[in-house]
């Protein structure tokens, strides 16, 4: 946690493909998520304590504070 945000990068497993998966962050101080980007693209919708991924392949993401 860095100036507010999370960055970070996750690469879905291929031997057991999931069909959905789900990163659940917190702020260690409580503070509410204000944005989330994965791959480089704003979500306008997001849940605030957690996120889906792609289900395959490699997903870039960065959650604001």
């Not at 996750?10 to 998520?33: N, T, V």
């Amino acid at each position: 946690l860095s100036r507010g945000k999370i960055l970070g990068r996750f690469e879905a497993p291929s031997d057991q493909p999931a069909k959905m998966i789900r990163l659940w962050l917190r702020h260690p101080k409580g503070l509410p998520i204000k944005a989330v980007a994965i791959n480089r693209t704003a979500l306008r919708d997001f849940a605030a304590e957690s996120g889906l991924l792609p289900a395959s392949g490699t997903t870039n993401f960065e959650v604001e504070f």
